[in-house]
């Protein structure tokens, strides 16, 4: 009840809006019942989403005795998981899953976030021919700047371009008329 998060939502009723006072008022009550209280679950920042190259994920909990455990496996953490000591830095694409764990209390509920991690470089558009050009367009961190390099046999690569930036449409002059089948084509960032 204290999200609009489609995938974990209150049906029809309360599912656009969070009621904070009538979540602390259930929170109070829970609390206030008999037995083992279950500590909250840790927070993600960022929650996830797309990232260029890698992504640093912190994770935190108010209540600083916790020890937060961690997968990204996409599998619910144990009391045998990693401990979080400090930022993660991911670089593949993976769903991070995170739990508090605690004596004399039970544990959090798990939270999780997907962080889809591309790399720093790749076409953004696929290549086209027209009068004998291919077209492509690099989507790469901003402000880099790549060479642009083709190979038909990934052992000699031939420079096309020194200086092509993020987001620019590149053209290759006559790539459809030397003959050769294949053509391969990278980007390579410049220091």
Request: no cysteine; hydrophobic share 45%; aromatic share 10%.
């Amino acid at each position: 009840m204290n999200t609009t998060d489609a995938a974990v939502k209150m049906p029809q009723l309360a599912r656009n809006l969070v009621d904070t006072n009538a979540v602390s008022v259930i929170d109070d009550w829970i609390n206030s019942l008999p037995g083992t209280p279950a500590l909250a679950p840790p927070s993600l920042t960022p929650t996830g989403g797309l990232f260029a190259a890698s992504a640093n994920v912190v994770l935190s909990h108010p209540d600083t005795n916790a020890i937060l455990r961690y997968t990204l496996d996409n599998t619910l953490p144990t009391s045998s998981s990693a401990i979080y000591t400090g930022p993660l830095t991911l670089t593949n694409n993976v769903v991070l899953q995170a739990k508090a764990f605690e004596a004399g209390f039970n544990d959090s509920v798990a939270v999780s976030g997907v962080f889809i991690v591309r790399p720093p470089i790749f076409f953004a558009t696929p290549g086209y021919f027209s009068n004998n050009q291919f077209q492509l367009q690099i989507s790469g961190l901003a402000g880099k700047t790549y060479l642009l390099q083709a190979t038909a046999d990934f052992t000699n690569w031939a420079t096309l371009s020194t200086n092509v930036a993020p987001a620019n449409l590149f053209t290759v002059p006559d790539a459809g008329a030397s003959g050769i089948p294949y053509r391969f084509y990278r980007a390579v960032e410049l220091p």
